[in-house]
């Protein structure tokens, strides 16, 4: 991590001091950062149907909300305007870098890069997140307004979750490079100074709802329960309709084969949090290289994972786009290295992961060739 990114603070006095506590602002964050992408290319990805787009208006006072893909015609409307697009990172090399820098917070907590791009005096409103987020100034100027307020009443029935009561408490105006860091649900508002792009690393948490949903279904589709409910001493009942004890008893002690443990959970968290988003698909090779060319070409320039694979680990257990695989010692150190690194270089190739790579690259995972 480069020394300026946190003001000269370490990772772990960020963490200890601010981290999910409160506020930062970090002036020369990223020296001369100019951002992956100009307006001209953030605008094209919000005309591609592959990503996910947000465009807003301020026309006389009312706020407009619409998604994407757009054309053209939207930005020449009249009125301030921003268009955000996520995950941005799963299309550019240099977004995926940017977020990358932030590799003292775990990739389980990374979410996307998100890029805005507004004209003199757009913004999203007054809100709040529920997710942690580094916010760097791109190209232009921006006046943010944050407040630690506890009133996080929203207007009923606005496009977009806006501050019904936002009373700011801090205030700057940030350049290029500049980075803001708030907590979840930290009330601020950011307004365009003239043109403006903004780069929002956000991660995520899941509510305790949804992973119960997700853990439930997840279980599901990994439960295999034995036997069949089966009543040879039935009696004649009072009542047809009556459900009896007996039943009752029986089904519980059925349902008690449902179990789970850590192991259960950490295997659940893999595939969970590994998981592409709905909208994100792989595209495998369209003539893939025969096994023993591949090999050849990873041995001599190494082996990347595609931006949009996701690979986590727990102890032995690896998780890649949702999927669990167990690996052997020999695998071990060089799957660690890619998770954490996303390429490895040609010498670290061995022999025990070749084959896995050349799975990996079948299914459009990653490709021969590490980064520069
Ligand atoms: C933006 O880039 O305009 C929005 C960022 C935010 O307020 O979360
Ligand atoms: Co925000």
Not at 195 to 203: E, K, P
Request: hydrophobic share 40%; proline share 6%.
């Amino acid at each position: 991590m480069n020394s300026t990114l946190l003001g000269g603070l370490t990772a772990d006095e960020f963490l200890s001091k601010y981290w999910q506590k409160k506020p930062l602002l970090v002036r020369g964050a990223i020296p001369g950062f100019k951002g992956p992408f100009d307006r001209a290319q953030l605008l094209d990805l919000a005309q591609s149907d592959e990503m996910e787009s947000r465009m807003v208006w301020q026309t006389d006072g009312q706020w407009e909300l619409e998604h994407g893909p757009f054309t053209p015609k939207a930005w020449r409307r009249k009125g301030p305007w921003t268009a955000l697009v996520s995950g941005t990172n799963l299309v550019s090399n240099e977004a995926d870098a940017l977020l990358r820098e932030f590799n003292f917070i775990p990739y389980a907590r990374l979410d996307d890069l998100m890029v805005s791009f507004a004209t003199d005096g757009g913004g999203v409103g007054p809100h709040f997140d529920n997710y942690d987020v580094f916010l760097i100034q791109g190209m232009g100027r921006r006046r943010w307004r944050i407040s630690a307020q506890r009133d996080l009443t929203v207007i009923d029935g606005a496009p977009l979750r806006l501050l019904k009561h936002f009373k700011p408490s801090k205030e700057w105006i940030v350049e290029p490079g500049d980075l803001l860091y708030l907590p979840p649900q930290y009330a601020h508002d950011g307004v365009a100074i003239g043109d403006c792009m903004t780069y929002s690393v956000g991660f995520r948490t899941a509510t305790a709802q949804e992973l119960a949903d997700g853990f439930l279904t997840y279980l599901q589709e990994n439960l295999c329960l034995r036997g069949r409910y089966a009543d040879p001493n039935l009696e004649r009942p009072r009542n047809p309709a009556e459900i009896s004890d007996d039943m009752v008893e029986q089904v519980a002690q059925m349902l008690h084969g449902i179990t789970w443990n850590k192991k259960t959970v950490a295997n659940f968290l893999g595939a969970y949090l590994s998981e592409p988003k709905s909208h994100v698909f792989f595209e495998p090779p369209a003539r893939p290289l025969a096994p023993a060319a591949f090999e050849r070409l990873i041995r001599a320039n190494g082996f990347r994972l595609d931006l949009k694979t996701q690979l986590l680990f727990k102890g032995h257990c690896f998780y890649l786009n949702g999927e669990p695989f167990e690996t052997t010692s020999a695998q071990r150190a060089a799957f660690r290295d890619i998770a954490k690194n996303r390429s490895i270089s040609a010498n670290a190739v061995n022999p025990a992961v070749i084959d896995a790579f050349y799975d990996w690259y079948c299914s459009g995972f990653g490709h021969p060739g590490a980064f520069a």
